[in-house]
């Protein structure tokens, strides 16, 4: 089974630090994807990479960046964290191929910017 | 362009009777079709995924969808709902090969009462 695995389950950080989310696959995915989730908005496409270094931006990318320097991990960065980035953050990744791959889905962090 | 629409923001069944939930979507190319289950707090969960095979697709814990092409839907159903299966539901349309477009349906929230 593919494995996504998110560094924190809940996490509590104060405005303007910088901070950190990371994501390890354990499937050898060439794609890895970070969304947001808040009631009444769905999910939304931050960011997401098909290779090592490369990026390319999602829906939302203000106030985010992402590194990729390993294909099993990917990192979501908060620059200088507000407090309307509190929200439930899932990070995902797919295959490549001749058929549509699914993605695969993390736990999930749940981060509160006070 | 494509867009997914899910016909309720929320379905309430009783335990032991059907379950149906509705995806309508939308592509200029032959799509692949997923549904997702969030449990509270959690990831999301591939349920099933229909890739240009089989018309009807079964996935886990007894839920099976049916690709009809004339009517653009992919509706998942399930014959008897059980308390376990209460959660948020997610119809989502790719037509990309290399495992990056995903289009996400605004969810669907699945009450089960006893």
């Known amino acids: 089974d593919v494995k996504v695995t998110q560094s924190s389950r809940y996490l509590v950080k104060r405005t303007g630090e910088k901070v950190f989310l990371e994501c390890v696959q354990d499937m050898d995915h060439e794609n890895m994807f970070w969304y947001r989730q808040d009631p009444g908005l769905g999910l939304r496409l931050i960011y997401f990479?098909?290779?090592?270094?490369?990026?390319e931006k999602g829906d939302i990318p203000e106030g985010y960046s992402v590194s990729r320097e390993k294909k099993e991990r990917f990192s979501l960065i908060l620059e200088s964290a507000s407090t309307n980035q509190t929200s439930m953050y899932l990070c995902a990744s797919s295959g490549t191929g001749l058929s549509n791959q699914p993605q695969h889905f993390g736990d999930g962090t749940r981060l509160s910017i006070l | 362009a494509q867009s997914v629409t899910q016909l309720d923001s929320h379905v309430s069944v009783s335990e032991g009777t059907p379950v149906l939930l509705r995806c309508n979507y939308s592509s200029s190319y032959s799509p692949s079709l997923f549904w997702y289950v969030q449990h509270p707090n959690k990831g999301l969960q591939l349920l099933l995924k229909y890739t240009s095979a089989a018309t009807l697709v079964k996935g886990i814990n007894g839920f099976e969808a049916e690709f009809k092409k004339s009517e653009t839907s992919f509706h998942l159903t399930k014959p008897s709902a059980h308390m376990s299966d209460a959660a948020e539901y997610f119809c989502v349309v790719s037509v990309n090969n290399y495992g990056q477009n995903f289009v996400f349906g605004p969810g669907t929230r699945l009450s089960v009462l006893p």
């Open positions: 990479s098909y290779d090592v270094k490369m990026k």
